[in-house]
């Protein structure tokens, strides 16, 4: 990828403006996981170290736009400063006055956290009066926030246009170099796993993976539209009769292994029977809602031999115990592979955790939003114009 990169940078005594995405979740100010804010530190430290006074921003949420921050205080980046501080072992100030005065110089090495950008109006619009702002507070601009990198914003896309100079962070180039390398240069064989509730939201997904990899396995809702193409009864099960053709096409060009047993219950309730079928016994009033042990078995031993393999969604809806087994069963084999592992998106993340595979995942990216564009082979507006800066002298 062709832009500037901040290491090739020279930050010394540089005032640098870092976008971030900072953007976890905080409940009654807790921060129950500061995954990003991590991921986040080694882009930080390198620019204190080269000499650089650090300025910061972020999204937090989605507050009401042109509203201040102590009308909307939930979202304040405050939490987010306090756990910063603490890992970087520094003061972090939160900067609520930016935009109608610059921040006063605090020197080399220091570290100060803009508000939240997302009540700055103009900010979604990318409104280029706001946009110049931001570029007016520093000499460099780095972009580093990946999970962000879908969105054309005034702090992702619009600062990047009018700073002096705009470069891509460490975290951001190395999210697109793990990605680029996995999905265009893999080392086979290759699969995907692609969950979630619906084939609709997924499709751009699906259809670019099925070019790209040896198998696929389709999970949860997604594959009851899947069995659905087969012919099977899926009784009341969540699926999309108008993608059912889709879905054969995906059947006939790409090796997508079916279920052939699957956990059901008549509610879709945490607290429902389950029942382990074969999926041609499943009744006009069972719904689907996890694999059953044969078919993870299956899917475990197809895992166990790939060399690449990519996971975005779960397999069933693991977030109720009776129906958790599949998608733990998945996690387990993608644990146990020794292929190289790489997974991204909320829902997965969360199974991730749940199941304590973190250090056994090769790679999981910070992006979802983000991470899902980019698998579909969607241009990501705040890297297109880092590398128009760069082409553009
Ligand atoms: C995310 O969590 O997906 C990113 O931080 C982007 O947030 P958004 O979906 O509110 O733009
Ligand atoms: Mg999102």
Redesign the pocket.
């Given at each position: 990828m062709s832009f500037l990169r901040m290491d090739q940078q020279n930050l010394e005594g540089k005032r640098v403006l870092i976008r971030e995405?900072l953007?976890v979740a905080i409940d009654e100010g807790v921060i129950n996981n500061d995954t990003r804010i991590r991921a986040a530190l080694p882009t930080i430290e390198m620019a204190r170290a080269a000499g650089a006074e650090v300025i910061i921003m972020s999204?937090l949420g989605?507050p009401v736009e042109a509203k201040s921050i102590e009308e909307q205080d939930a979202f304040s980046m405050q939490p987010v400063a306090d756990r910063l501080a603490k890992l970087l072992g520094c003061d972090v100030e939160v900067n609520r006055d930016y935009l109608s005065m610059a921040p006063a110089s605090k020197g080399a090495g220091s570290v100060t956290l803009l508000e939240n950008v997302r009540i700055n109006a103009g900010e979604k619009a990318n409104d280029d009066v706001l946009a110049k702002s931001y570029a007016a507070l520093c000499d460099v601009f780095v972009m580093d926030a990946f999970?962000?990198a879908h969105?054309a914003q005034a702090s992702t896309h619009g600062v990047a246009k009018f700073a002096l100079i705009a470069c891509a962070g460490p975290l951001l180039a190395s999210e697109l170099d793990v990605l680029e390398r996995s999905l265009n240069k893999p080392e086979r064989p290759m699969l995907a796993i692609v969950g979630g509730a619906k084939v609709s939201s997924k499709l751009k997904v699906l259809k670019n993976l099925s070019t790209k990899v040896d198998q696929l396995i389709v999970g949860g809702g997604i594959a009851n539209t899947f069995l659905a193409a087969e012919g099977v009864n899926v009784g009341k099960s969540l699926f999309e009769p108008h993608l059912i053709e889709t879905a054969r096409a995906l059947l006939d060009t790409t090796s997508i292994p079916m279920p052939t047993d699957v956990i059901v219950a008549k509610e879709f309730d945490p607290k429902a029977v389950a029942v382990t079928k074969l999926v041609i016994d499943i009744e006009d009033d069972d719904r689907i809602l996890d694999i059953g042990p044969e078919t993870a078995r299956h899917f475990a031993e197809i895992i166990r031999n790939m060399r690449t393999i990519i996971w975005n969604g779960p397999v069933g809806v693991f977030e109720f115990e009776p129906f958790s087994n599949g998608t733990q069963a998945v996690a387990k084999a993608i644990a146990d592979s020794t292929g190289f592992s790489i997974a991204g998106g909320g829902e997965t993340i969360a199974a991730i955790d749940k199941y304590a595979i973190t250090d056994k995942v090769s790679y999981i990216s910070t992006g979802?939003?983000a991470f899902l564009e980019y698998v579909q082979g969607a241009v990501l507006p705040a890297v297109e114009i880092l590398e128009k800066r760069a082409n553009d002298g």
């Open positions: 995405d953007n999204h989605r999970g962000t969105r979802g939003g």
